[in-house]
Every structure is written in C-alpha cells, then in structure tokens.
C-alpha cells in the first residue's frame, strides 16, 4: 500500500491539521528527532481509525495482524501524547507506540540509538505485566514478545494490503 492510500484510509475525523510547531514539541518530550518519513506522515495525517482493510505480515509472509488504530498528533483515543503518557499495556520508553492492530496489540517504532526507526509488534497477551522489563529482555528468545514487523514506518506501510488472501 503506498502511503497516500493508507493515510487515505485513516478517519480524520474532528482533528485539527498537523501543525510542526506540535510535531517538535513532541519529539523534545520523548527526547528524540522522529524519523524523516515518520515525520512526513504525521503532518499529513492526525491519526485515527483506519477504515477498510490494512493487513500485515510478518517477516517471514505469515499473516499478522491488521491496523485498526493510527495514532497522530491529536488530543483524544488516538494521541501519541496520551498513549505514551498512559499506555494500555507494559511497554518501555526506548519504543513509540504508533498504531494498534485489531486485537489492541501495539505497533510500535523503536526510538532508541541501536534499533531506531524500526517497527515492531508487542504480543500484549504474553508481555510481563508483574515487573519492570527491559527491550533486550522483551527482544530475546526467552521472552519474545517485542517482534520485529519492518526495518522503517515506510517498509511497514508498503507491506500493507487490503485483505488476506485465500488459502
């Protein structure tokens, strides 16, 4: 799916436009400068629910997941500011929670130094829930429950289709 597709697909409904002077404040509260083609997208699109069908794989062709929920620079359900100021499941800061996928499992982008830009899938159903944990631990063989989906946002759109196929 390109990108003009899906952020068409994406109901913007009662959101203000993007402004820059919002997406800077933004990125100084999480202490980083977003990815460039991230960035694009946020001032193109506010967030919201995603209309229609937007599927996923993962790496290996299996089917994922689809996007149900966008997040953007708005003040409701769909903030990037409210849900990593008060995330639905565990998470740790070195990972952006940026869409939901049917089930309310994150899709998130790694922010920190060694992964940064990369998309990723939190499998809310296995993570650790009764103490703190950290990406690597998460990342690991022995927890797996932070799973890697592309290696850029724009790798992650382009793999979206509009419906599985039929096997």
């Keep these: 799916m ?3 597709v899906f952020i068409a697909g994406v ?26 083609e991230y960035r694009q997208f946020l001032l193109a699109c506010a967030g919201g629910y995603f209309q229609g069908s ?4 993962w790496p290996q062709g299996h089917w994922a997941g689809a996007v149900q929920e966008v997040l953007g620079l708005r003040r409701d359900e769909c903030s990037l500011v409210r849900t990593r100021q008060t995330p639905q499941w565990p998470t740790v800061d070195e ?10 499992n994150p899709i998130c982008m790694t ?3 060694a992964h ?9 159903e296995i993570a650790e829930y009764e103490k703190p ?7 690991s063989n022995e927890w797996g429950y932070v799973l890697p989906l592309a290696p850029t946002f724009g790798d992650f759109v382009a793999g979206l289709y509009e419906q599985a196929e039929a096997s």
Excluded at 15 to 23: D, F, H, M, S, Y
Excluded at 54 to 57: C, P, R, S, T, Y
Excluded at 95 to 104: A, E, F, N, Q
Excluded at 133 to 139: P, S, V
């Design 2 to 4: 390109n990108i003009a």
């Design 11 to 36: 109901d913007r409904a009662r959101a203000e436009q993007p402004t820059l002077a919002a997406l800077e404040a933004f990125e100084k509260s999480i202490g980083c400068r977003l990815p460039d």
């Design 54 to 57: 937007a599927e996923f794989n």
């Design 95 to 104: 990972l952006l929670w940026i869409m939901s996928d049917h089930g309310g």
């Design 111 to 113: 922010i920190d130094k």
């Design 116 to 124: 940064f830009g990369k998309i990723w899938f939190i499998d809310h």
């Design 133 to 139: 944990w950290t990406l690597a631990e998460a990342m």
